[in-house]
């Protein structure tokens, strides 16, 4: 009882120690980028359907597939993550969508195009399930709920560089310009290679696997089967919903602004930088109760009347 009053009277920021700091840094950069990588794409797809001499409509047809590709790309990742750790999966998405985005910039026909975003969707994809599993699994209990908003809402944060980069700089360095900045997320690999490491919780667990011979094999089959294919249905419902509204509001706003509007670079950018900065800030969730003070402030959830019983640790069951 003594150590949980003691944890309580620390600041949540000052609880976590560094290498849980480095793995929060790892998958909040992993995912701002990714936002940075494909909203890159919502702001150029009026000059590139010039430059190719294709209907608006084909384009978009290349910003769907990439979406579509995330799909197959998280299924993978997870898969993968389950097996080598969370740190090779996010390094490999985010080295490949930032490859993938420069290697677009050099398209000499649409097809080339089309091709390398849909690729760079399968890698945008993988980001997700690795990161995010590589920060909660390591994050501090107490103030988890919390930094899952901070690190949901960075997408924002990547649009806001998108946007950035598209006022300032696109009218010396054009779209494919544009692409070709894409490749400076793969800086972050250094910083993940030397600095974060495999959260404990997954290494204990899979020392357990392996010693009592009950090794992952084949987990994506269980969610499919009848006690848990209502909760994949619905799950895969409220995504695609989300999806859909989100994108049908945004994934074409600033073509509007540019063909209908004739705006410039720098207003246009000015919406989706807007958006990003709240975006971040209405990411953070209320099921974590924060009061900032002179003593800097302290961050606990919600708790059940059993928690103080309950293990700060559980680990993960093996599925197959």
Request: glycine share 10%.
């Amino acid at each position: 009882m003594a150590a949980v009053e003691t944890v309580r009277g620390v600041a949540w920021w000052k609880e976590p120690a560094k290498d849980q700091w480095y793995a929060f840094g790892a998958a909040w950069m992993g995912w701002t980028l990714d936002a940075f990588d494909f909203t890159i794409f919502l702001l150029i797809m009026l000059p590139i359907s010039k430059e190719f001499h294709v209907p608006l409509t084909a384009v978009t047809i290349v910003f769907t597939i990439t979406l579509w590709m995330r799909l197959v790309g998280a299924t993978a990742s997870g898969w993968v993550a389950d097996r080598v750790g969370r740190k090779v999966p996010l390094m490999i998405s985010i080295f490949g969508y930032s490859l993938c985005n420069f290697i677009a910039g050099f398209s000499p026909t649409f097809l080339f195009l089309l091709f390398f975003r849909a690729l760079l969707g399968l890698f945008m994809g993988a980001e997700w399930p690795a990161g995010a599993s590589l920060a909660m699994e390591t994050w501090p209990i107490r103030s988890r709920g919390f930094m899952s908003g901070v690190l949901q809402g960075s997408w924002g944060l990547g649009f806001l560089l998108s946007s950035l980069v598209y006022g300032l700089f696109y009218k010396y360095i054009g779209w494919r310009g544009m692409l070709w900045v894409g490749i400076a997320p793969a800086l972050a690999l250094v910083y993940i290679r030397y600095f974060v490491k495999e959260p404990a919780v997954w290494l204990e667990n899979c020392r357990l696997q392996r010693t009592q011979k009950r090794e992952v094999k084949v987990p994506l089959l269980k969610i499919f089967k009848p006690g848990m294919l209502g909760n994949t249905i619905t799950t895969c419902w409220f995504q695609a919903a989300g999806f859909v509204t989100y994108y049908s509001i945004n994934a074409l706003f600033a073509t509007h602004l540019q063909k209908d509007l004739g705006l410039s670079p720098a207003l246009i950018a000015a919406r989706p930088a807007a958006g990003g900065v709240s975006g971040q800030v209405s990411g953070l969730p209320d099921s974590e109760r924060c009061t900032l003070g002179s003593t800097g402030g302290t961050c606990s959830p919600r708790r059940r009347p059993d928690e103080g019983r309950r293990s700060p640790v559980r680990l993960i069951e093996p599925v197959g």
